[in-house]
């Protein structure tokens, strides 16, 4: 019993210094349970041991728990705490461990991007870092933007980032459950219907003016909710929320919970026509989805009082609301309001251009998964607005592909050169350092230089052709020749890359850069290069990394076509 009674006290002590100097009997539990299994048929056993010493360590204080630790179990100072990782966030207002818990709300009206990354890389970084869970809702409440293909991209956009949730579920799947708040909203008079025209509304609301409709009685509010769903036709009545007309915070004026959209919803088609707006439904399904901490951009930071009003009126439970920056990259525009006429007139070649931030973009340019997640925590939790430089993202990039990607030899700009004595073939290794494989390359007279590389060459001087041998220059001019000259290694000779003429493969890499300056579309924002690679090129699989010696990554994007990651 003592050996247990000082893993308990170790395990309190260790809990309440990582939660702010509190921790609880049920974790304590928990984690005894998972560390001594012996223990779960006798629970009853060690559980007032758990409490006792629970409540003697919270006695303590933050400071003097520290102290304990440090005298008691020095060890405990050494072990690594596994939040390490996480440095970049701050530890949650109010949260609980084990009882955290997030979701990413996606509205499936466009494909996932970098800022759609961010927030959702955020929401389960918090669930992990609390044991807590992770929810993905479809907002879907707006029939006339959403689409089908756009939940799928979203899926298969948070998939390949390898983000894990404990439920999905979709807003439209609770429209019944908001129509029954919307009463309740209605009858206890914290709402009404209003069927003023748009511009009167919105000049009612610039002007802080009440209008006609909110003096109506719950009757007729009742009357007119029936109505939405069968003779009102759209735009012809809205409910709104009774905030403040006269608030500075423009949001609380009187807005908009519910509307007709008699556009076919991508999964409900024509069930329904009355819709609930972003702001109605957001507060009632962070509450029933049992959200605990709810994260949304700095720019919703006006639309919390709204929120908060909302569930005060619906008399539910509050999630803490929090706001991050949004993530976007300098002339990469995410909006769907810039990328659509680019695409329609041509100018990218839809939403995996590699110009693009879209998830399936960067994934088609050679982009890791763990480094998206390791540049967004290295942003850590920012109010400020974030437009991270590419770049920053491309070094946490270069770091995972290193290791993995093959080198290949590729010529630009080709020279020939005809070098005598050649061996044979040769075996090269596929990396310089890691066991990838090798592969043997059939050697012949005509070899392909870049054109720079010999231009500061004489006849006489000795190269060095990389993983092949010394070569010494015998001739320029537009036929060049050489010799082959061993294989000794010599520092002070150029080294430089090459490709057989006879079994070069003519590919294309496609080099995109920044698509907008300020407002100007870069009309050279993607070069197409015509060169020559070895020909294991076409035995690699569609996908890989590799990186041509002397040029950078790029990953293989068809047989013929590869696409330039970074240098
Ligand atoms: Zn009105």
Redesign the pocket.
């Known amino acids: 019993m003592d050996e247990i009674t000082t893993k308990i006290r170790k395990i309190a002590l260790q809990n309440a210094v990582e939660h702010g100097g509190k921790t609880q009997d049920k974790i304590v539990l928990a984690k005894i349970l998972a560390s001594e299994p012996q223990f779960r048929s006798r629970v009853k056993e060690i559980m007032p041991q758990i409490l006792l010493v629970v409540s003697s360590v919270n006695d303590l204080g933050l400071e003097q728990q520290r102290k304990t630790i440090e005298s008691e179990f020095p060890g405990l100072l050494a072990e690594k705490p596994k939040k390490e990782e996480r440095e970049g966030l701050p530890p949650l207002e109010g949260a609980q461990h084990g009882s955290v818990v997030t979701r990413f709300p996606p509205e499936p009206n466009g494909y996932p991007h970098i800022g759609h990354a961010k927030a959702a890389i955020i929401d389960e970084e918090y669930a992990r870092m609390y044991d807590g869970k992770l929810v993905l809702r479809f907002d879907d409440t707006n029939p006339e933007a959403e689409r089908l293909e756009y939940y799928a991209a979203i899926k298969v956009g948070l998939d390949w980032l390898g983000i894990k949730f404990d439920r999905v579920k979709n807003t439209s799947d609770d429209i019944e459950l908001l129509y029954k708040k919307s009463v309740e909203l209605l009858g206890g008079n914290f709402a009404y219907v209003?069927?003023?025209k748009q511009e009167t509304i919105s000049a009612n609301r610039r002007e802080m003016r009440p209008?006609?409709?909110s003096l109506g009685q719950v009757e007729q509010n009742m009357e007119r909710w029936e109505k939405m769903f069968s003779k009102y036709k759209q735009g012809d009545a809205i409910v709104r929320f009774r905030g403040d007309i006269k608030s500075e915070n423009t949001v609380m004026r009187d807005p908009v919970m519910l509307r007709i959209i008699e556009t076919k919803h991508p999964l409900l088609a024509d069930k329904y026509r009355v819709w609930p707006s972003y702001d109605f439904a957001v507060a009632v399904e962070d509450s029933i989805d049992g959200v605990t901490h709810a994260f949304r951009t700095k720019e919703y930071e006006l639309r919390n009082e709204l929120y908060y009003a909302i569930l005060d009126a619906l008399k539910m439970r509050k999630p803490r609301v929090l706001e991050f920056s949004r993530l976007g990259f300098e002339g990469m525009p995410v909006s769907k309001r810039v990328l659509r006429p680019l695409i329609e007139e041509g100018k990218v070649s839809g939403y995996d251009d590699p110009r693009l931030p879209t998830l399936e973009a960067l994934k088609r340019r050679g982009i890791r998964p763990e480094a998206i997640r390791k540049f967004v925590m290295s942003l850590g939790f920012t109010k400020a607005d974030t437009m991270a430089p590419f770049e920053t993202l491309e070094s946490f990039n270069r770091k995972i592909v290193d290791s993995e990607s093959i080198r290949l030899n590729m010529i630009k700009n080709p020279a020939n050169i005809k070098v005598v004595g050649l061996p044979q073939t040769i075996t090269v290794p596929n990396h310089p350092t890691k066991e990838m494989g090798s592969r043997t390359i059939q050697l012949d007279e005509g070899v392909y230089l870049e054109q720079e590389d010999l231009q500061n060459i004489k006849v006489g001087d000795k190269i060095r052709l990389m993983g092949l041998g010394n070569v010494s220059i015998t001739g320029l001019g537009p036929q060049a020749t050489a010799r082959y000259a061993g294989d000794e290694m010599t520092s002070d000779i150029p080294k430089i890359h090459w490709v057989v003429q006879k079994t070069a493969q003519k590919i294309k890499i496609l080099v995109p850069s920044q698509l907008f300056f300020g407002e100007q579309f870069n009309e050279s924002s993607l070069e197409e290069l015509n060169v020559f690679s070895e020909p294991y090129y076409s035995e690699l699989k569609d996908g890989v990394e590799i990186q041509f010696v002397r040029f950078g990554y790029c990953r293989k994007d068809s047989l013929l076509q590869a696409i330039y990651t970074h240098r």
């Open positions: 209003c069927t003023c209008c006609k409709c």
